[in-house]
C-alpha cells in the first residue's frame, strides 16, 4: 500500500513575511490522516483554520494567498511546494501572523526544517489526483494545461525581454521524484524587478523584500553579490511555484502540466477548472499490499524514517 505521510514531530521557525514585513512564528505540526495541510492562525482568538486548497484561492497578486471564513492566508505557494515535493499529505501550519514567512524566497528552508525531523507513515492510502482529460485556460497570449501522464511533469516556459533573462533558459521541464525536487528545484529563489519596486512599495506591496529573500534584477544585471543559484533559476522557480500552486489542488498529481509564462492567478484558473470538470480527473489510491508507486513518487519513501 502507498501510504500517506505526515511530520514525525513539530518543528518551528521564524522569519519575514514577505508582503506585510512584519515578523512570523511559524510551526508544523504532524496531523491525522486525510487532514491535508490546514493553515492555523494563532494570532486570533480563537485560532482559525484555513485549509490549503484550490477553492479557497483569494488573492493571485505576486502570491497565493487564501481566504477561508472571512480569514486570510497569503503567501502559502513556497511552503505548499515543499510538502509536495517531500510528500507531506497531512500537516498543521500554525502561523503568527496573516503570511507564511518568505525566508530566502525559495522552498529549500523549508525542506530543511521538514528533513531534519522526518516523516511517519500513517496507516491509510494516500489518494493522487489523477488527470484522466486535458484542461486548459489561457489569458491573452499566457496559457497552462493539465494533461494525463503516468508520473508528475512539469513544464514551463517564461518569456522575458529582458537582456538578463532572454541570456538564461527561459525554458524547462522536469520530471518530479522527490530527490530530484530537492536537488533542482527546491532553491530557486523569487524573483523581481526593480523597476517594479518602487510601484510595489506604493502599494503596500513588497515591504519585506531584500536581497536576502529575493533575486533582484536591474535592467542588466543580478544585484545579488551570490549571483543565481542555478543558471535558469527563473523558469526553474516558475516550476517550484507551479508545484506549490497545483499542491493546492488536494493531494499529488499524476499528469503532465504544461504552461507559458503563466503565473499564480492561471495555476490557480486551471485547478479549479480541473475541479469542476468531474470527467477530467479522479482520486486513485494503491491499496493493494504489492502496489508499486507511480515511479514520480517511489522515492518518498527513501525519506528518512
Ligand atoms: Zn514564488
Not at 498543521?92 to 526544517?113: H, N, Q, R
Not at 521538514?114 to 489523477?130: C, D, K, T, W
Not at 517564461?158 to 532553491?187: C, K, N
Given at each position: 500500500m502507498i501510504r500517506q505521510y505526515t511530520l514525525r514531530q513539530v518543528v518551528r521557525?521564524?522569519?519575514?513575511?514577505?508582503?506585510?514585513?512584519?515578523?512570523?512564528?511559524?510551526?508544523?505540526?504532524?496531523?491525522?490522516?486525510?487532514?491535508?495541510?490546514?493553515?492555523?492562525?494563532?494570532?486570533?482568538?480563537?485560532?482559525?483554520?484555513?485549509?490549503g486548497?484550490?477553492?479557497?484561492?483569494?488573492?493571485?497578486?505576486?502570491?497565493?494567498?487564501?481566504?477561508?471564513?472571512?480569514?486570510?492566508?497569503?503567501?502559502?505557494?513556497?511552503?505548499?511546494?515543499?510538502?509536495a515535493g517531500l510528500g507531506v499529505d497531512n500537516?498543521?501550519?500554525?502561523?503568527?501572523?496573516?503570511?507564511?514567512?518568505?525566508?530566502?524566497?525559495?522552498?529549500?528552508?523549508?525542506?530543511?526544517?521538514?528533513?531534519s525531523i522526518g516523516l511517519v507513515a500513517q496507516p491509510v492510502p494516500r489518494r493522487f489526483l489523477r488527470v484522466r482529460q486535458p484542461v486548459q485556460v489561457s489569458d491573452g497570449d499566457k496559457w497552462a494545461r493539465l494533461e494525463p501522464y503516468d508520473g508528475f511533469r512539469l513544464g514551463f516556459t517564461i518569456d522575458f525581454d529582458h537582456p538578463l533573462l532572454a541570456a538564461t533558459d527561459q525554458r524547462a521541464s522536469f520530471e518530479f521524484s522527490p530527490a530530484a525536487y530537492v536537488r533542482e528545484v527546491s532553491r530557486a529563489r523569487t524573483f523581481g524587478f526593480m523597476r517594479e519596486f518602487e510601484w510595489l512599495r506604493?502599494?503596500?506591496?513588497?515591504?519585506?523584500?531584500?536581497?536576502?529573500?529575493?533575486?533582484?534584477?536591474?535592467?542588466?544585471?543580478?544585484?545579488?553579490?551570490?549571483?543565481?543559484r542555478y543558471g535558469d533559476e527563473f523558469v526553474r522557480h516558475k516550476i517550484l511555484d507551479a508545484i506549490g500552486d497545483l499542491y493546492l489542488l488536494g493531494g499529488p498529481l499524476l499528469g503532465a502540466y504544461s504552461a507559458h509564462k503563466s503565473g499564480h492567478a492561471l495555476n490557480n484558473d486551471?485547478?479549479?477548472?480541473?475541479?469542476?470538470?468531474?470527467?477530467?480527473?479522479?482520486w486513485v489510491v494503491f491499496a493493494d499490499a504489492r502496489a508499486q508507486a507511480p515511479l514520480a513518487y517511489a522515492g518518498m519513501l527513501e525519506l528518512p524514517a
Amino acid at each position: 500500500m502507498i501510504r500517506q505521510y505526515t511530520l514525525r514531530q513539530v518543528v518551528r521557525t521564524r522569519g519575514i513575511g514577505l508582503h506585510g514585513g512584519s515578523p512570523v512564528f511559524m510551526s508544523l505540526l504532524p496531523a491525522p490522516p486525510n487532514t491535508g495541510i490546514v493553515f492555523r492562525r494563532t494570532d486570533l482568538s480563537p485560532p482559525r483554520d484555513v485549509p490549503g486548497r484550490a477553492e479557497y484561492v483569494a488573492e493571485t497578486t505576486l502570491n497565493s494567498g487564501l481566504a477561508y471564513d472571512g480569514t486570510k492566508v497569503t503567501t502559502v505557494e513556497h511552503l505548499m511546494s515543499a510538502l509536495a515535493g517531500l510528500g507531506v499529505d497531512n500537516c498543521t501550519v500554525e502561523l503568527s501572523a496573516p503570511e507564511v514567512p518568505i525566508m530566502d524566497g525559495s522552498a529549500a528552508p523549508f525542506v530543511y526544517l521538514i528533513q531534519s525531523i522526518g516523516l511517519v507513515a500513517q496507516p491509510v492510502p494516500r489518494r493522487f489526483l489523477r488527470v484522466r482529460q486535458p484542461v486548459q485556460v489561457s489569458d491573452g497570449d499566457k496559457w497552462a494545461r493539465l494533461e494525463p501522464y503516468d508520473g508528475f511533469r512539469l513544464g514551463f516556459t517564461i518569456d522575458f525581454d529582458h537582456p538578463l533573462l532572454a541570456a538564461t533558459d527561459q525554458r524547462a521541464s522536469f520530471e518530479f521524484s522527490p530527490a530530484a525536487y530537492v536537488r533542482e528545484v527546491s532553491r530557486a529563489r523569487t524573483f523581481g524587478f526593480m523597476r517594479e519596486f518602487e510601484w510595489l512599495r506604493s502599494k503596500n506591496l513588497a515591504l519585506g523584500a531584500s536581497l536576502d529573500n529575493a533575486v533582484a534584477v536591474d535592467d542588466f544585471r543580478v544585484l545579488n553579490h551570490e549571483g543565481l543559484r542555478y543558471g535558469d533559476e527563473f523558469v526553474r522557480h516558475k516550476i517550484l511555484d507551479a508545484i506549490g500552486d497545483l499542491y493546492l489542488l488536494g493531494g499529488p498529481l499524476l499528469g503532465a502540466y504544461s504552461a507559458h509564462k503563466s503565473g499564480h492567478a492561471l495555476n490557480n484558473d486551471l485547478a479549479r477548472a480541473l475541479l469542476a470538470d468531474a470527467q477530467a480527473w479522479e482520486w486513485v489510491v494503491f491499496a493493494d499490499a504489492r502496489a508499486q508507486a507511480p515511479l514520480a513518487y517511489a522515492g518518498m519513501l527513501e525519506l528518512p524514517a
